[in-house]
């Protein structure tokens, strides 16, 4: 998951062509769909061009959120 546009772009220009695929999900679906699958999450940013962060989110950390979200909203 990447937290804007900017590190989306920048993550892609850094990776090989044809080697990933992008595609857009609500994080109120997210969560839940990583959680049925026992997964984590990754948060990229950027601190600036050449310094990705990652925030990883264990799947017993991702299953948490996924429970604590409001059903339809």
Not at 13 to 35: K, Y
Not at 56 to 64: G, K
Request: contains cysteine; proline residues 10%; glycine residues 2%.
């Amino acid at each position: 998951m990447f937290a804007d546009v900017r590190c989306l772009t920048w993550a892609a220009q850094d990776l090989p062509p044809a080697s990933f695929r992008i595609a857009g999900i609500h994080p109120r679906a997210l969560f839940p769909m990583a959680a049925d699958d026992r997964v984590g999450v990754a948060v990229c940013t950027h601190r600036d061009r050449k310094t990705p962060v990652y925030a990883v989110l264990p799947a017993v950390l991702v299953a948490r959120v996924a429970n604590e979200l409001p059903m339809n909203a």
